[in-house]
């Protein structure tokens, strides 16, 4: 699967580095603890989060995160697009709750 592909099924809005959605991606993370990701996120994964800060721009960066989904319609502002852009890391928002998010893409295959 790819950035795009997720993205679609996701109805989500590519906010920024949409030249990197064919990206492949392999895995995913929904949370809100970025302790937890950096415990448990593994290579190519996407990060589903409700937390819209800096650091989850910072966390993906230094576990080499394919793109940032935000949950529930939050959205970066925009020295966090600014931060994404700078770092390649694509930025996405859906409306979906994160448990409904997450379903979707194991539904399409994805695994944690």
């Known amino acids: 699967m ?3 592909d997720a993205a679609k099924i996701l109805d989500a809005e590519i906010l ?3 030249e ?3 990206r492949e991606v392999h895995t995913a993370c929904g949370s809100d603890m970025m302790s937890d990701v950096l415990a448990f996120m593994k290579d190519q994964s996407i990060l589903l989060t409700g937390l819209c800060n800096p ?3 910072r966390t993906a960066e230094m576990m080499d995160i394919v793109c940032i989904v935000f949950v529930r319609g939050k ?3 925009e ?3 600014e931060l994404a852009q700078e770092r390649g ?3 996405l928002v859906s409306q979906h709750r994160m448990f409904t998010a997450c379903g979707y893409l194991y539904d399409h295959g994805i695994r944690g």
Request: glycine share 0%; net charge negative.
């Open 2 to 4: 790819t950035v795009a």
């Open 16 to 18: 920024c580095c949409e």
């Open 20 to 22: 990197a959605a064919d």
């Open 55 to 57: 650091q989850v721009i």
């Open 75 to 77: 959205r970066p502002d």
């Open 79 to 81: 020295s966090m697009l």
């Open 89 to 91: 890391i694509p930025l």
